[in-house]
Structure formats: structure tokens, C-alpha cells
């Protein structure tokens, strides 16, 4: 089975500062990776994802991630944070045979201070 | 587009009391979950469900049924609620297998507790 590791519990940024929060998965085979955000009080949302191509993704809000494959990692950027990137992010993957059941890290809760 | 609906949003349960929480989505997508979330540990999958009349446990279903009559609806039922089950809990659906690589459409969320 696959599993996610997240490697920092809590950032804590001024704004404008730039962020990368690491994300590394256990699976030896093909895999589909996604980066979630969870705003206070409110649901996931899907911020990017890969499945193919480009190991390099852009995804909404200036959000982007890079695959390494021979890393087993899927690290999300941005350059330069804002007072409402304050969320938690969540990496998750999922394989072919996993009936696209996604699997979690433990979350990486960020905050930004203005 | 409704997209994924849940109800209740907030419930209060007394020990060994039952409930159900209900779910709908209008995607039409074959795959759905049922994810708890508790704070710094993630989601963890307690059911899914790949079609109607087609069901499976994830990682945590002790406690915990559901049913898949129709493509929209995927009810969780908790049964002889208990102080462990206090959690937040996700409904999702996904287009996984119809050309989608997955990603999960959430609801809203459920605040359960039980006291």
C-alpha cells in the first residue's frame, strides 16, 4: 500500500516570503499525485495535480508543484505567499489498481503572517 | 451544479446512539468515499464505493456502514456511536475510470460529536 509523508507540521511566513512544503510518497509503480487545500472551516479543495507529462505543474492561485520521480517526491511552491494563503495543504496520491482511493499525508498547516 | 452535498453539517450524539449521514452527488460519478478527518492525522478512508450495489472498506470501518442503491447516494451509517467516532467527516466522489485521474470532488463536511 502507498503511503504520504509530509515533512513539516506548521509553517509560519511573513508575506511575500517564498514557500515550498515537501511531500514524499511510498509506491514503486505509476502513480497520480495532488496537492489540496483546506481554508478554516471549510472542505478540500484541489489546488493541482499530476497524472502525466510536464514533471513541472501550475495550478490555481500561483501554486505549483514539481514531480521527481526518482525521488518519490512532489514538493508544492510559490514564490511569494499571501496573508490568505493561510490554510492547511494536504498532499495525497493514488495508483490504477487503487480504485482511485487517495491516500494522505498528515497535512502541513500554513500560516501567513501580513 | 450541486456537485457533492452532505447533511447534517453539525450533530451532536450521545454514547451509543445511531445516525446516519447522508450523501449526494449529481456528476454522475461511479467512485465514492467516506473520509474521516481528525486533527494532524489527515484523511482516512473508511468506505468506498466503485458503483451502485458496490461497496468496500477502507482504512478505518470499524463502526461504520454504508449502503450504494443508486449512482447519487451514499449514505454512512454509524452505529452505537462512540467518543472515538467525534471527527469530521468527508464525502467525495470521483470521475476515476472515466477518463479523470482521480481527483476527489469534496462536500462540504459533517462536525460529529459524541459525548
Known amino acids: 500500500a502507498q503511503s504520504v509523508s509530509q515533512h513539516n507540521h506548521h509553517v509560519i511566513l511573513s508575506e511575500a516570503a517564498s514557500l515550498e512544503l515537501g511531500c514524499n510518497y511510498s509506491?514503486?509503480?505509476?502513480?497520480?499525485l495532488f496537492w489540496y487545500v483546506q481554508y478554516p472551516g471549510q472542505h478540500l479543495q484541489l489546488l493541482l495535480k499530476?497524472?502525466?507529462?510536464?514533471?513541472l505543474v501550475k495550478g490555481i492561485k500561483g501554486f505549483e508543484a514539481e514531480f521527481i520521480k526518482s525521488k518519490f517526491s512532489f514538493n508544492l511552491r510559490k514564490p511569494s505567499v499571501q496573508w490568505s494563503d493561510t490554510a492547511e495543504y494536504f498532499c495525497?496520491?493514488?495508483?490504477?489498481?487503487?480504485?482511485?482511493?487517495?491516500?494522505f499525508g498528515q497535512g502541513t498547516i500554513l500560516t501567513v503572517h501580513p | 451544479n450541486a456537485g457533492v452535498t452532505q447533511t447534517p453539517k453539525f450533530r451532536i450524539l450521545k454514547i451509543g446512539q445511531s445516525m446516519t449521514l447522508q450523501c449526494t452527488q449529481d456528476?454522475?460519478?461511479?467512485?465514492m468515499y467516506w473520509y474521516r478527518q481528525d486533527p494532524g492525522m489527515g484523511l482516512k478512508l473508511i468506505y468506498y464505493?466503485?458503483?451502485?450495489?458496490?461497496?468496500d472498506k477502507g482504512e478505518v470501518p470499524n463502526g461504520y456502514n454504508v449502503s450504494r442503491s443508486t449512482t447519487e447516494d451514499f449514505p454512512l451509517r454509524l452505529e452505537l456511536a462512540a467518543p472515538s467516532q467525534t471527527s469530521v467527516y468527508f464525502c467525495?466522489?470521483?470521475?476515476f475510470g472515466q477518463g479523470s485521474a482521480g481527483e476527489l470532488f469534496f462536500g462540504e463536511g459533517s462536525r460529529l460529536t459524541v459525548l
Open positions: 467525495a466522489s470521483s470521475a
Open positions: 509506491y514503486g509503480g505509476t502513480v497520480n
Open positions: 499530476y497524472f502525466s507529462g510536464d514533471p
Open positions: 495525497a496520491v493514488n495508483t490504477y489498481t487503487s480504485y482511485g482511493k487517495l491516500t
Open positions: 456528476m454522475n460519478h461511479n467512485y
Open positions: 464505493s466503485v458503483g451502485a450495489g458496490i461497496t
